[in-house]
């Protein structure tokens, strides 16, 4: 038409500009809304919707305030889409003054206007604008109650989504996935799980799909709950999703939080060559990270980049954390040396404290301090924390104590930092220091954060805390703790008494340790498995040394496989010998 002298009034270019974007074809969208002598808001809106579905949303933005400036007033389709843009960018004053002059035009009681205000709001993290532009709305659209619940999930307030939940009459997909998704971000796996089981009841009009798989798998992985994530990995495979890589990927993790890392790595394969994106290998390679299977992370790592996929940071983190659990130093230290010169990766404070950890367990105190000293940017609590984790198992007061001092100051509230310095006390036999850290703690109302672990049995997640005697089967529990000592005994294991950490007697000290909650969780695994079952175990804490030592005895004695997964990462015992090769 151009071509041949038409020139296209407001209206027939606003349908040009509509027909040019959603072709993909952006470029003539943006010719033909030029060309056009005397604009209107219908024009407006066709490129500002333009813009915005390609991903453009300052110049959406930026076209709004052009089409403010000529005097052309906003609509019910002007406003969504700018408010969208606002939201995207976490820009709530543009969005203030887009609310406000839907109030001047009427527009802000317009069911998509309205809801559109909720979400900006909820995403720039104004719970209580959005709340109040909820509260005015007189026809409220089930986006609307979606972007609230997600709201106060993502702000922790679960009361308030969950009344929210319970006060809509009409739930789709996206209601009953983001209670999952929240559930699952603020650490209430069993809720989660929960939520996801009422779907998949006969009576429930709303099916989970791929997105609510996708959400649900993290909550298995949190509480390892390894038999419900295979009965969620037999429902996706169900509804056709074998293939699909987004949930592939996921139980790559999910499987590999669970302890079980031929599954995941089944998972892995799974996934097609040309669907392997960065995701899927900083996925694969973070599984081996955890599971102290260093050779086997960086195998996958040399297998990416053939397959050219550039690595970045989260890379790192898994490619070195690897090998600093699986003692392989000077191959960290050179994939560390070479991440800006080979792969363009600029280090973060997360890589060098990956170094600083890889070089303190192996005992090169002095050498992970010079690394501290050099490093570029301020020493964070990972830092010093890596620091003070090695001064326990190769022991220098003077660093721990300096690594101590920093995490006093960058984490004050986290007792943890206490406790662990006064171990290394109690280890040196320095109990007037123990003393004064106790006291310090107490008068500081910090208390340590108890030791706990899980064993998932038949589908249900058993919880035991140290000393723990409220299980329902807490005697035949003490009762079989009783007897392992004789059995061990017999067979070579010498309790380790450093690690109960009181100034009592030996006995005394023997006693204790007998009750750690690692301990209590795979005597209950015992007692109510067949033989041969894998135990699987979760401890909040990192697993102590004589705990370790038992753990690789009762899988020799008992003929169990045995996996603990502890804070820093996973054991598998298995005929008298740990995965770790006792190096951890």
Known sequence: MILHGFQPNAYLGAKMVAMYASSGDLASA???????????TLLYNSIIRAYTLHGYAA???????QMHCLGLKGDHFTYPFVLKCCAELSDVCIGKCVHGLSLRTGLESDVYVGTSLIDMYVKCCEMSNARMVFDELSVRGVSSWNAMIAGYMREGEISVAEELFGEMRCKNIVSWTAMISGYTQNGMAEQALG??????????????NWVTVMSVLPACAH??????????????????????????????????????????RQCFERISGSEKILVVWNTMITAYASHARGSEALSTFED????????DHITFTGLLSGCSHSGLVDVGLKYFDGMKTEYSVEPRVEHYACVVDLLGRAGRLMEAMAVV????????PSIWGALLSACRNHPNLEIAETAARNLFILEPDNSGNYVLLSNIYAEAGMWTEVDKLRILLKSQGMKKSPGCSWIEVNGKAHLFLGGDTSHPQAKEVYMLLEELPKKMKAAGYVPDTRFSLHDVSEEEKEHNLTTHSEKLAIAFGLLNTAPGVVLRVTKNLRICGDCHTATKFISMIYGREIFVRDVNRFHHFKDGHCSCGDYW
């Open 223 to 264: 509480s390892a709950a390894l038999e419900r994530g295979r009965k969620i990995h037999e429902f996706a495979r169900g509804i056709g999703l074998e293939k699909n890589a987004s949930i592939q990927t996921a139980l790559v993790a999910m499987y590999a939080k669970c302890g079980s890392l031929s599954e995941a």
């Open 30 to 40: 943006v010719n033909v809304f030029h060309i056009i002598k005397y604009p209107s």
């Open 304 to 311: 990416m980049v053939r397959a050219g996929v550039q690595p």
């Open 373 to 380: 000293d050099k490093m570029p940017m301020q020493a964070g």
């Open 195 to 208: 939520v996801f089981d009422q779907m998949l009841r006969e009576d429930s009009e709303v099916k989970p």
């Open 59 to 65: 110049k959406s933005i930026e076209i709004y305030g």
